[in-house]
Nanobody, 124 residues
Framework: QVQLVESGGGLVQAGGSLRLSCAAS????????MAWFRQAPGKERAFVAA????????PYADSVKGRFTISRDNAKNTVYLQMNSLKPEDTAVYYC?????????????????WGQGTQVTVSS
């Protein structure tokens, strides 16, 4: 079992930055693929970014490429999402997800464990 706890959300002006963190419990973190998804009001949960166990494979959604960076620290059991040049359309609840495999899927149903989410609000 893996428990995920997100933090770092908040209110920021357009053009600003935030860094989200996701702390994971469990001994399988270092061998798990991790991902960030987001869900805006009235919309489906959408893929943002993912990272494999070594950090060598990091797919991104087209909407965040060049602005967001996913990374991980296996010694701290933590995955990060650095978000720069934020836009109002980035406003959503951001969720951390984990999958115990070497694959790095971008579909939400492929992930087995989820955090409770953290709100990110970008004002114009």
């Amino acid at each position: 079992q893996v428990q995920l706890v997100e933090s770092g959300g908040g209110l920021v002006q357009a053009g600003g930055s935030l860094r989200l963190s996701c702390a994971a419990s469990g001994r399988t973190f270092s061998s798990s693929s991790m991902a960030w998804f987001r869900q805006a009001p009235g919309k489906e949960r959408a893929f943002v970014a993912a990272i494999n166990w070594s950090g060598g494979n990091t797919p991104y959604a087209d909407s965040v490429k060049g602005r967001f960076t996913i990374s991980r620290d296996n010694a701290k059991n933590t995955v990060y999402l650095q978000m720069n040049s934020l836009k109002p359309e980035d406003t959503a609840v951001y969720y951390c997800a984990a999958r115990h495999s070497i694959a790095v899927p971008t579909a939400a149903y492929e992930y087995d464990f989820w955090g409770q989410g953290t709100q990110v609000t970008v004002s114009s």
